[in-house]
């Protein structure tokens, strides 16, 4: 990272100005999807080696998806008044011994408490992350930044299942848990060593659940906050449909083998990298509010692809190909998204960052079921798509008025 690094004393703590190094702060950040993404393979072993259910595993999924929403939400008002390194080193250390839980697991009931444990680690980390880029950055530079760390995040849907896969070959499941107990014991070491305090003491606010809520509310009470959330919930809806139901339309409805799928989706997932070094690249040239607004406007392009093409029986090609344009539209909307929620929660960086990324992820996880009760299949993905990312389009033109106002 180019600049020059300035360091101050506070007491014991050092603040330092500039950001930790950004690859293992991408890490760290994005430690928590590559948790899910990698052990998604290893379900139906797992429901063998447990002598459970295949509905019992996947309540370990859905545990850990929503201690990942909930932990963001309780994390990032405590990090802005206790700092952003204590949370990441609690929740690297947490995620580590979690993960150690999930290995040594001796039923269903012992994983699924341990990935809620897990969940909630690695929320700590990720929203004490995003805080760290608001406490040093600030415009373009910020965007580009969060471009960078989504650029590398969205590697971890194209490894971590190859990752898992590569495991289940050599070993059991139990190995998966044990590589992720060492990358939390690494991630713990390098926050040690390498990272430094970000918010200085004198911009922190108060402890406690009085604190925190008033943090909240302080946020809430802002109408394009308000708006920019609103906007990330509806368009993570949408993209959810396709991350549960794609599987079952390609190879279900399709015909798909799993390896012709996984190609699917790692082609898909590949576009959004691409994009997302786009965005990094065009940022400052054009506003983040009109490259949201762009993206959103294509993905949505991409959505009603996927619901003509199905609606007219064209198809897996056209699915395919739609479906690629609304992952490569999501390399404009998350770290536009992201930029613009902190930009506008500035006053408390750490909850807006849980704010942003707790209701995005679990009200957007809504569109994991809704998908799947239309029917699951590729018209009932395309309509949940289509609709949802319409209206975020609609609710960003708003979001971006009411910016233009000052409003």
Same mark, same amino acid.
């Given at each position: 990272?180019?600049?020059?690094?300035?360091? !101050?004393?506070?007491?014991?703590?050092?603040?330092?100005?500039?950001?930790?190094?950004?690859?293992?702060?991408?890490?760290?950040?994005?430690?928590?999807?590559?948790?899910?993404?990698?052990?998604?393979?290893?379900?139906?072993?797992?429901?063998?080696?447990?002598?459970?259910?295949?509905?019992?595993?996947?309540?370990?999924?859905?545990?850990?998806?929503?201690?990942?929403?909930?932990?963001?939400?309780?994390?990032?008002? @405590?990090?802005?008044?206790?700092?952003?390194?204590?949370?990441?080193?609690?929740?690297?250390?947490?995620?580590?011994?979690?993960?150690?839980?999930?290995?040594?697991?001796?039923?269903?009931?012992?994983? @699924? @408490?341990?990935?809620?444990?897990?969940?909630?680690?690695?929320?700590?980390?990720?929203?004490?992350?995003?805080?760290?880029?608001?406490?040093?950055?600030?415009?373009? !530079?910020?965007?580009?930044?969060?471009?960078?760390?989504?650029?590398?995040?969205?590697?971890?849907?194209?490894?971590?299942?190859?990752?898992?896969?590569?495991?289940?070959?050599?070993?059991?499941?139990?190995?998966? #848990?044990?590589?992720?107990?060492?990358?939390?014991?690494?991630?713990?070491?390098?926050?040690?060593?390498?990272?430094?305090?970000?918010?200085?003491?004198? !911009?922190?606010?108060?402890?406690?659940?009085?604190?925190?809520?008033?943090?909240?509310?302080?946020?809430?009470?802002?109408? !394009?906050?308000?708006?920019?959330?609103?906007?990330?919930?509806?368009?993570?809806?949408?993209?959810?449909?396709?991350?549960?139901?794609?599987?079952?339309?390609?190879?279900?409805?399709?015909?798909?083998?799993?390896?012709?799928?996984?190609?699917?989706?790692?082609?898909?997932?590949?576009?959004?990298?691409?994009?997302?070094?786009?965005?990094?690249?065009?940022?400052?040239?054009?506003?983040?509010?009109?490259?949201?607004? #762009?993206?959103?406007?294509?993905?949505?392009?991409?959505?009603?692809?996927?619901?003509?093409?199905?609606?007219?029986?064209?198809?897996?090609?056209?699915?395919?190909?739609?479906?690629?344009?609304?992952?490569?539209?999501?390399?404009?909307?998350?770290?536009?998204?992201?930029?613009?929620?902190?930009?506008?929660?500035?006053?408390?960086?750490?909850?807006?960052?849980?704010?942003?990324?707790?209701?995005?992820?679990?009200?957007?996880?809504?569109?994991?079921?809704?998908?799947?009760?239309?029917?699951?299949?590729?018209?009932?993905?395309?309509?949940?798509?289509?609709?949802?990312?319409?209206?975020?389009? @609609?609710?960003?033109?708003?979001?971006?008025?009411?910016?233009?106002?000052?409003?």
């Amino acid at each position: 990272m180019s600049g020059v690094t300035t360091e !101050r004393s506070t007491g014991r703590v050092t603040t330092a100005t500039v950001l930790p190094p950004i690859v293992p702060l991408a890490l760290i950040v994005g430690v928590s999807p590559f948790a899910t993404d990698m052990y998604i393979p290893a379900l139906p072993a797992i429901a063998r080696d447990l002598a459970t259910t295949p509905g019992a595993v996947q309540l370990s999924l859905t545990a850990f998806l929503v201690a990942f929403a909930v932990g963001q939400l309780l994390a990032g008002p @405590v990090s802005d008044g206790v700092g952003r390194r204590p949370m990441l080193l609690v929740g690297t250390a947490v995620f580590a011994l979690a993960s150690v839980g999930c290995a040594l697991a001796p039923d269903v009931v012992t994983l @699924v @408490v341990a990935r809620v444990f897990q969940g909630l680690a690695g929320a700590a980390g990720a929203v004490a992350g995003r805080a760290m880029v608001s406490d040093v950055t600030d415009g373009p !530079r910020m965007a580009k930044v969060f471009g960078t760390l989504a650029a590398i995040n969205a590697i971890g849907p194209v490894v971590a299942p190859l990752v898992g896969g590569a495991v289940l070959t050599v070993a059991t499941w139990r190995l998966m #848990f044990v590589v992720l107990a060492v990358l939390g014991v690494v991630f713990c070491a390098l926050v040690v060593l390498r990272f430094h305090e970000t918010l200085p003491r004198g !911009r922190r606010g108060g402890v406690g659940l009085a604190a925190n809520w008033s943090r909240i509310r302080h946020l809430m009470a802002i109408g !394009r906050f308000r708006a920019y959330v609103l906007t990330g919930v509806l368009a993570t809806v949408g993209f959810f449909a396709y991350i549960a139901t794609s599987a079952f339309v390609f190879q279900t409805q399709y015909g798909f083998s799993e390896g012709l799928y996984t190609i699917v989706f790692a082609t898909n997932a590949s576009m959004m990298i691409v994009t997302t070094l786009v965005f990094r690249r065009v940022v400052g040239r054009w506003s983040e509010d009109t490259l949201l607004t #762009f993206g959103l406007a294509v993905g949505t392009l991409g959505g009603v692809g996927v619901l003509a093409s199905a609606a007219l029986g064209l198809g897996p090609v056209p699915v395919w190909c739609s479906l690629a344009v609304v992952t490569g539209a999501w390399g404009f909307v998350l770290p536009a998204a992201m930029t613009r929620t902190q930009h506008i929660g500035a006053a408390h960086p750490g909850t807006a960052a849980a704010l942003q990324g707790g209701l995005t992820f679990g009200l957007g996880g809504l569109g994991t079921p809704l998908a799947g009760a239309l029917g699951g299949t590729a018209l009932a993905m395309g309509s949940v798509m289509a609709a949802l990312m319409a209206a975020a389009v @609609v609710v960003q033109l708003v979001a971006t008025r009411r910016s233009r106002v000052g409003v």
